[in-house]
Nanobody
Framework: QVQLVESGGGLVQAGGSLRLSCAAS????????MGWFRQAPGKEREFVAA????????AYADSVKGRFTISRDNTKKTVFLNMNSLKPEDTAVYYC??????????????????WGQGTQVTVSS
């Protein structure tokens, strides 16, 4: 069984930074891509960033390129999302997910079969 637990969300002013973490349990957690998605009120869940199973490849939504960085530490089964130059439009609940297979890239919610409970990120203007 896989469990994902996010942490690190909070309230920050525009231009600030936050670091999200997602701790995974389960044997398969280190062998599949992991990703971050976000969902704002009234909107669909959208892709933010993803990292391949070994950390060698990454993918980003255009809206966060150059500001967000995804990484993972497989020894700790943890994936990180460093968010810089935050904007009010980054406000959302952020979810981490575990890919449903090892293939790459995986940037759609349907390509993930395990999700965390989410962590709120609020950016004030």
């Amino acid at each position: 069984q896989v469990q994902l637990v996010e942490s690190g969300g909070g309230l920050v002013q525009a231009g600030g930074s936050l670091r999200l973490s997602c701790a995974a349990s389960g044997r398969i957690a280190s062998s599949r891509p992991m990703g971050w998605f976000r969902q704002a009120p009234g909107k669909e869940r959208e892709f933010v960033a993803a990292v391949s199973w070994n950390g060698g490849s990454t993918a980003y939504a255009d809206s966060v390129k150059g500001r967000f960085t995804i990484s993972r530490d497989n020894t700790k089964k943890t994936v990180f999302l460093n968010m810089n130059s935050l904007k009010p439009e980054d406000t959302a609940v952020y979810y981490c997910g575990l890919g449903s297979s090892a293939t790459w890239p995986r940037i759609r919610p349907v390509e993930y079969d395990y999700w965390g409970q989410g962590t709120q990120v609020t950016v004030s203007s």
